[in-house]
């Protein structure tokens, strides 16, 4: 299989030198090999947020080699690597622009990846193509597409954001806790969204929650962190054995600690 992610000795150091240095990632190996779903899941400071900023572009490693689709991308910025990546965060507010039409957010996803942007307008053909993808998310935003972001409900931004990332079928999806913000029914909603649209596109994925159980439902491998490293990884075999109470052992054992609070270990 081809490696369509790849980090090697990934290394970051915040406030280095002073009373507050955070080793963010300590030398952390990782590869995607084409279709992979990789789940993250790890303690509050444990370098899951710094890896995913690492790989879009927004930082840039100390230490260490960041390549995509086999091109190095180690010091370019997070604008350079757009095309490349697409990327739904935690906050619904984040993926979408409000004061827009949700044609005209979708009309901006997919110029990303277009050497021209669009003309002026958008075209019956692009408009006939922006519906056919809004009909995957059944929530008939497909006859909407002249309303405002802003007007929608958190579930239906989110599922627009999951859709404009993934509709240019990019090297790269990053889903970063992209459900914990919302309400049980719309998370469900979500959650099963991603599980089709990753499948339909066979996107190449990684996906940090703090969610166990959504940890061990999505994906063909999990990967747990720890203070900037990883320090537990399952290949598909493997998740598939796994539980809840087997994780939380495991970050148990590898710790060498005893937890008071065992569902908390890992949020």
């Known amino acids: 299989m081809k490696a369509l992610l790849q980090l090697n000795q990934i290394y970051k150091v915040f406030n280095e030198g002073t009373p507050d240095e955070k080793k963010a ?3 952390v190996n990782l590869v995607l090999e084409q279709g992979d779903f990789v789940t993250v899941i ?21 230490l260490g080699l960041v390549k995509i689709d086999g091109k190095d991308v180690t010091t370019e910025k997070e604008h350079r690597r757009s095309k490349l990546i697409g990327r739904v965060f935690q906050d619904p507010m984040a993926g ?22 669009l003309r002026s307008g958008v ?3 692009t408009r006939g193509f922006f519906k056919e993808k809004l009909e995957i998310l059944h929530l008939g935003l497909e006859n909407r597409l002249e309303a405002k ?16 990332a993934t509709f240019t079928e990019p090297k790269i999806l990053l889903l970063d806790e992209h459900t914990a913000a919302l309400d049980p029914s719309r998370a469900e909603l979500i959650t099963n969204l991603t599980k089709e ?28 962190m720890d ?33 008071s609070n065992d569902r908390a270990v890992l949020i």
């Open 149 to 164: 972001v802003g007007l929608l409900s958190g579930g239906e931004r989110q599922a627009l954001s999951l859709l404009m």
């Open 42 to 62: 790890g303690s509050n400071g444990a370098g899951k947020s710094t890896l995913m900023n690492m790989i879009s572009g927004k930082l840039i490693p100390d």
């Open 123 to 125: 075209s019956k053909k």
């Open 197 to 224: 649209i990753v499948a339909e596109f066979k996107l190449t994925t990684l996906m940090v929650t703090h969610n166990m159980e959504q940890a061990l439902e999505l994906g063909n491998r999990l990967i747990m």
């Open 25 to 27: 990632l300590d030398h």
């Open 227 to 259: 203070k900037g490293q990883i320090i537990f990884q399952a290949n598909e075999g493997q998740k598939q054995q796994l539980t809840v109470e087997k994780l939380l052992e495991e970050f148990q054992r590898i710790r060498g600690e005893k937890m």
């Open 96 to 117: 979408t622009a409000p004061s827009m039409t949700i044609e005209e957010n979708l009309a901006l996803a997919y110029a990303r990846t277009r050497t021209r942007g």
